[in-house]
Nanobody, 116 residues
């Protein structure tokens, strides 16, 4: 079983940057994909960015060109670099690990607040 712990959230003004980290208690080497999702108040959880075990990435249209996902298998950590933040990026951000056999694991979430 894998436990995920997010960090790096906080409050920032529009145009600023934050880097989120997701540290896994177990190996993520075999995870088929690692991703970041977010849920704004009153809205459904949505995919922000995903990276496969081959290194392929995919982003929500709303964050393309501003956010970047990366993974360090040696450190069992996934990162989300967020630049040019907008107030609409305000949400709780969740880390996800997907395994073919054991399914999905989620972190507890970290709050990101962007003020105008």
């Amino acid at each position: 079983q894998v436990q995920l712990v997010e960090s790096g959230g906080g409050s920032v003004q529009a145009g600023g940057s934050l880097r989120l980290s997701c540290a896994a208690s177990g190996s993520i080497f075999s995870a088929s994909a690692m991703g970041w999702y977010r849920q704004a108040q009153g809205k459904q959880r949505e995919l922000v960015a995903i990276i496969t075990n081959y290194g392929s990435t995919n982003y929500a249209d709303s964050v393309k060109g501003r956010f970047s996902i990366s993974r360090d298998n040696a450190k069992n950590t996934v990162y989300l670099q967020m630049n040019s933040l907008k107030p609409e990026d305000t949400a709780v951000y969740y880390c996800n690990a997907r395994f073919v056999r054991s399914g999905d694991y989620w972190g507890q979430g970290t709050q990101v607040t962007v003020s105008s």
